[in-house]
């Protein structure tokens, strides 16, 4: 459900995104690494965090963009 919450977020402006909440979710990638190191190695749940965070990765990037382009500090607490 968190994946496809990201991806329906890719249709939102970059304006009403936010940094903060997307920033959270690279913790994926440390989650997908983990999913590696644990026996039995459980590859869906390594799928999932690692989908997350590529999710996470291009909203950053989204709004780090806009607001490059008008201007704004960029800034987690908004």
Not at 18 to 47: D, E, V
Request: aromatic residues 12%.
């Amino acid at each position: 459900v968190l994946v496809g919450a990201g991806i329906g977020d890719l249709t939102r402006p970059a304006e009403n995104v936010s940094l903060f909440q997307s920033t959270s979710m690279l913790s994926g990638y440390i989650w997908t690494r983990w999913c590696f190191l644990i026996h039995p190695k459980n590859l869906n749940l390594a799928l999932i965090n690692f989908l997350v965070a590529v999710n996470g990765t291009i909203q950053c990037v989204r709004v780090i963009r806009y607001k490059k382009s008008v201007g704004k500090p960029i800034s987690f607490w908004e």
